[in-house]
């Protein structure tokens, strides 16, 4: 059973750091694209970031570029997303989601039940 | 930026088909794909690649597309069908969300 458990999240203040962390289980890890999607309270979802099978791809939406950085170790079987510059409307709930489609990793096969960063002072 | 268009809400008898809409612009050159949120759940995936279902995801589930629309239709709607849907695709370097649209079951 494919299992994805994030963790890192809470309270932060405008301007502040934040690290989050997602552990996979019960798939390989190092096979699958790997993806951050938030929502922020009562609104949709978000695409956030995502990292290829080989971490050397990133991506990431226009709103977080130059503040967020996406990374994976394989060999803990763990992504993370460091969050820089904190700003009131980051305020969310991030899943991770992983990508099992290895061609075009367009899609979100099993997602992790979140955790939730509030950025207020 | 790309952008996909659902309506907010649609409701439907129970037991009768539910569809809902996805729009946007050259639609039918890429893949989409459908989620189901719950309230208080993470979302899942029910349709992929416009009209495939995962395992587990039931047969009354059923994607198509057509011009610059696809469609996520729902069989014999049950009352457990009420959610959250959103459709998803990727254009190029990003991934995109439609809106969401919430099912209503009556």
């Known amino acids: 059973e494919v299992q994805l458990l994030e963790s890192g999240g809470g309270l932060v203040q405008p301007g502040g750091s934040l690290r989050l962390s997602c552990v996979a289980s019960?798939?390989?890890?190092?096979?699958?694209?790997m993806t951050w999607v938030r929502q922020a309270p009562g609104k949709g979802l978000e695409w956030v970031s995502t990292i290829g099978r080989t971490g050397t791809t990133t991506y990431y939406a226009p709103s977080v570029k130059g503040r967020f950085t996406i990374s994976r170790d394989d060999s803990e079987s763990t992504l993370y997303l460091q969050m820089n510059s904190l700003r009131a409307d980051d305020t969310a709930i991030y899943y991770c989601?992983?990508?099992?489609?290895?061609?075009?990793?367009?899609?979100?096969?099993?997602w992790g039940q979140g955790t939730l960063v509030t950025v207020s002072s | 930026s790309y952008e996909l268009t659902q309506p907010l809400s649609v409701s439907v008898a129970l037991g009768q088909t539910a569809t809902i809409s996805c729009g946007g612009n050259?639609?039918?050159?890429?893949?989409v794909h459908w989620y189901q949120q719950k309230l208080g759940q993470a979302p899942v995936l029910v349709i992929y690649?416009?009209?495939n279902r995962p395992s587990g995801i039931p047969e009354r589930f059923s994607g198509s597309k057509s011009g610059n629309t696809a469609t996520l239709t729902i069989s014999r709607a049950q009352a457990g069908d009420e959610a959250d849907y959103y459709c998803?695709?990727?254009?190029?370097?990003?991934?995109?969300f439609g809106g969401g649209t919430l099912l209503t079951v009556l």
């Open positions: 690649r416009d009209n």
């Open positions: 998803q695709l990727r254009d190029s370097g990003t991934w995109v």
């Open positions: 989601a992983d990508s099992s489609d290895i061609t075009t990793s367009e899609r979100f096969d099993n």
């Open positions: 050259n639609i039918g050159s890429k893949n």
């Open positions: 019960g798939f390989t890890f190092s096979t699958d694209a």
